[in-house]
Structure formats: C-alpha cells, structure tokens
C-alpha cells in the first residue's frame, strides 16, 4: 500500500487540499517539522510505450507510455501519461464577443483569407501548428477564467493543400495565435478560452514560421525558415504567391524582409505585439535558443549547404544588436555521424534597425553577383548554396549588407563551413553546458568528399551534443564575449538513425530508434531531453524521452500517419503542473512508406482529422513535477 501513497515532490498542488492531521500522516506536521525524515522523490524514469500496431492508433494523437517515480525509502509507484488536445485547427473559438476560426489566415489588413478552390469559398485555415510557448504572465485580465490564467503562443507554418488538393506550401503568410487557457487548480487541465491572431503587418508579415522557443525574459521567439533567394526572386512563383495572398500583388512583398527573427510579447489581456530582428543573419532559420547570458544565441539552419550560427547580443534580454558568426568544423572522426572541433568567423556587428534600412532599399544585385557557370575570373568564389554550386562575388562597401541579408552565400565566402544538412532544433543543457542539434537527415554535403565534413550517409539523421566554453577566440584572434561557445561537436551514440530495409509496416528506419529529429527540448529537472520526429522514414512520427544520465531511451508519443511532431516545449513547473506541449502537422501526408498501411489508415484519419484539413494543438500530462 505504501507504494500508492501520494509523495510529496511529486506534484505540488497534490497536498494543497490536506488538513494539518493528513500532512502529519505523511511524516510532515503543519508547523514544518516531522516525526520521520520526510519521503522525497529520488528518482524519475519514463517507461516507454510500442509503436502503433493497429489502424486506429496509427490514425489517433496519443501516449500509452508512463513513468516510474522512485523515492528515498526505496517504495516507488508508476502513474501514465495522457495526451490532451487543447483544439484543433479549424475548430470555432472565442475572441472576447466574436467567433474566429483556429488557426485561420489573414492578409496585411485582417482580412480573411479565401479559399476558392472549391464550390463553396471558405476561409483557409492551418493543418501545420508549429512552435508553442506556454506563458505565465502576473496580473493577467481575461475574464472568463476560473482557474489559473495561462497564455499559449502558436504559429503555423503552413498549409498543405487547398480544397481542389494543389499544395500551398509556402504561399499564405504564417499566422501567430495567442489562447487564453485556463489552468484548472486543482488537476491541471487546460482549456482554451480566447484565441486571438496576432497582428503581424508592423513586420510585414511572416514567411514560414516554424519551430520556436520561449526566451528568458518570457517573450516568444519565433522564426521564418527557408529565407527567399532574392537574387532568384523573379522565377519563384511559390512568393509570388506567398505576396499575392498578403498584399494582393505577386510583386509587393519584398524578399530582404523575410527570414529573421520575430519577437511576440504576450500582454495581459490575452493580445501581443510583435517585432522583427534583423540583425541575426538571413537563413532558414528553425528557431533560436537563448544562452544564460541573456546574450548568446545559438540557432538552427535547415535545408542544404547550411551553417552552425551564433548571435551575441550587445544587451542583456535584448536582440536588436549584436555580432554575428559563422562556424567552422574541423572533422575528428567520420564514424557514426562524424565529430569536430569547431571554430569561429565573425560575419559582421551591427542592429536591427540599420538591416532593416538596408532590407528596405537594397536589391540582390546591388550586393552580390552570382554566377552557376564558372566564369574563370578570381574575383569570384566558388560556394555550395542551397544543394547547388555557385561562383559569388560581392560588391565593394556591401560588406555588412551581405553578412546580414546574404547571410549564406557571404558565410561560405568567409571561409564558414555551410555544408549541414537539415540542421533543425536546438536545446541547452545549462548545468552540463551542453547544447543539443538534432540533423534531420546526414546526406549531400556532409557525404561528399569534397569540403569540411566528410562523413557516412545516414538518412535517419542524428542528434549532436554541443561543447560550450569561456574565453573563446574568433578567427582573427578577438575574444568572443560569451561564455557559451560551441567548441566540439559529436553526434550521441544512443540518437544516432538506424536506417534499414523497409520492415513489415514499411519503416525504412529502426523503429526503436529515433529517426529523422527535428523539435529537441531539454527539462533541467527530468535530465531529459525530448526528441519529436519529423520523418520520411516511420510510417508514424514519435517523440522521444532520452535521459542524459541513464542514456536511456523511451517512445513517449505517436502522431497520426504522416504526420510530423512539433510545437515540442517542456514546462518543468507552472503552478504545480508539468508539461510537454506537442503539436501535430499534415496528418495522412502520404509518402512511399505508408503504402502498406494507408488503406486501412486513410479512412479513420479523415474521419479524426477532418479530412486531413485539421491537426492538434495539445500536451502530455502526468509528468512529475520535481521540488
């Protein structure tokens, strides 16, 4: 029986209802002393869950997983995770009076977007949620809240297909939402009570807005991925189209104005504002994650011919200025997704606001020419961009615009190592001081033998562990202001893919093994980090818990069949509850793998999933909440 006993560390509200007798037959007493040394929680180990098996858990969101808490008289007790769904995209939500539509798309003015591919016209809205920040703010003022008041910022990335089945990737402005949620006292459960859309036309919008994270000083940093090439922009239709849904015009949105960093500050009547950096590189940015220091950004690059980027702000909770670098990887193993030393090139200083001048009044042509035949002259340099090669030559006194609006072409040029691929999440592990990559797929440039990565082809992927260190020195021999600098660079054994010949479902990746990660979260508390999939390779989308210490690791989720796993954020305690906050995208997104499994699938996702229109924005609950 002792074994079932609430403990006290577990969860914090848990003992809030106890009178002064209950908390003495604890071996607590309401004065603060005890008659026996008190019980604490010693230990946390998830116990992981089987991959999906039948057609309806393939179709469904959901956790079978649970884990073990262990305590210091040697007792322990297991409780199961549940997932929850907040709502999903498309569902009718209240903003004050009015009903609006989750995760609905606007143009610069507020104005629905129409989708007119059909035989009735209807608003467009998200199947593809992305990055979440779960925000506590003091002296909120949404009525209509019972319990604890809490903010949830989403942004949605994009949507798959319009009603007559064309892909709109890329072509509607990322919308940014913020719910009302009210936290339930007493379990924790959250429920959505207002949804308001954030007003991005002071920032001119948002060009693919993908992962995220919440900075130290409770704000949302969100991110444009796959920046425009502009010296190309005249033959990309997808902007065209992107400008046309926002402006009304296939020319009036400007490509230098895209691929930064957006800020939202959530307020207390449940709106936000929202302001863009310029100053943090131009690249297909995934998200950034924010250093201790209040300064140092470390920052994902997705895509092809990517690099390792690091900001250091000149101010403290404050990215409006700062300097930018580039990493160069110096191999030290090939083996098992391949090691490095890695040092630094400064790219250039500067702010926002002056980036933001540039952005407005330059073209491509006025900072770099770029050639895709070797045109014999040394003026210009040979670089890898974006899975092509080019020869590139900037312009003279263009130094700065190029660092920052030409982020990639001008880092290669420098000497930067821009041959990642598919560079995705970032987490920090301060008390190790470690950060986290997750590399999606291992593929083209990091396989070639041409270049500063040489290692074995792994389409699965890896995630790498980060080295971080004081007293660093960039490339021309000046000291770097940061504590926080990536110095070495290894994939993790235990997160490295495994790729195969397809099993009898189709996985093409070990199945007991993460395969292609994206969203990596670190919990300080759990000494865990949290892996979500984004994967050509499983037939279903995981999330992953790895412990740091144990290196053990347990599948604590599946997503619906070809759906990706995002919108990954961990809340180790917020008034007395944990969570993991997970999303879900283009759920019954078909690819050759599913082919065994899609007949029996399709029909209970449609029916799930609003025929594949909808996804979830939702969490994990049942975590322990550590004191």
Known sequence: ?????????????????????????????????????????????????????????????????????????????????????????????????????????????????????????????????????????????????????????????????????????????????????????????????????????????????????????????????????????????????????????????????????????????????????????????????????????????????????????????????????????AQTSATNGGSATLSWIKLGSATSAEIKALADTLKAADIVTVKTVDPVDTAYTKIGFNGKTEWVKFSAGMEKAAAFLETHRYAAMMGGTLEFTKMEGVALNKKDKVAYVAMSRIEKSMIDTAGDIQVGKITAGATYELKLSAAQKDSAGAAIGSDWVPTAMAAIPALVGQDQVADAVGNTAHVDKVATPDNVKFSEKLRTLFIGEDSATHVNNFVWAYNVDTKKLSRIQSVPTGAEATGLQVIDDLNGFSYIMGNFQHPGDWGSIHSIVKAGADPLINANWNNKKSSAVGYISGLPVLG
């Open 1 to 329: 029986m002792r074994a079932e006993m609430p403990r006290r560390h577990v969860l914090k509200g848990a003992l809030g209802g106890l009178t002064a007798a209950g908390l003495t037959s604890f071996g607590l007493s309401a004065c603060g002393g005890s008659d026996a040394a008190p019980v604490t929680l010693s230990s946390v180990e998830f116990l992981g869950m089987a991959a999906p098996a039948t057609d309806a858990e393939r179709a469904a969101s959901y956790t079978a997983a649970s884990v073990k808490l262990g305590y210091s008289d040697g007792t322990s007790k297991t409780q199961t995770l549940a997932y929850n769904t907040i709502y999903k995209t498309g569902d009718t939500l209240k903003n004050g009076s009015a009903s609006v539509i989750a995760g609905a798309y606007y143009d610069i003015n507020g104005n629905p977007i129409m989708d007119t591919s059909g035989t009735t016209p209807e608003p467009f809205y998200s199947d593809c949620p992305d990055g979440n920040s779960l925000i506590s703010l003091a002296n909120p003022s949404v009525a209509g809240v019972t319990g604890n008041t809490l903010f949830l910022v989403t942004q949605y990335e994009y949507k798959s297909l319009d009603n007559a089945g064309v892909s709109m990737y890329g072509k509607l402005p990322s919308q940014i939402t913020v719910t009302t949620l009210d936290q339930d006292k007493k379990t924790g459960a959250l429920k959505a009570v207002k949804h308001f859309t954030v007003d991005t036309k002071p920032v001119n919008g948002i060009w693919i807005a993908c992962a995220s994270s919440l900075s130290p000083w409770n704000t949302h940093l969100s991110s444009e991925e796959y920046e425009p090439d502009a010296v190309n922009i005249a033959t990309n239709t997808m902007f065209q189209a992107f400008s046309q849904n926002l402006y009304g015009s296939t020319t009036a949105a400007n490509p230098y104005h895209y691929a930064h960093v957006p800020e939202v500050t959530v307020k207390p009547d449940g709106t936000a504002s929202i302001v863009k950096h310029y100053c943090l590189g131009r690249i297909a940015r995934e998200l950034v994650e924010v250093c201790p220091d209040n300064k140092t950004v470390l920052m994902g690059d997705d895509g092809d011919n990517t690099g390792l980027f690091m900001f250091i702000a000149d101010r403290e909770k404050d990215l409006s200025s700062g300097v930018l670098y580039v990493a160069k990887w």
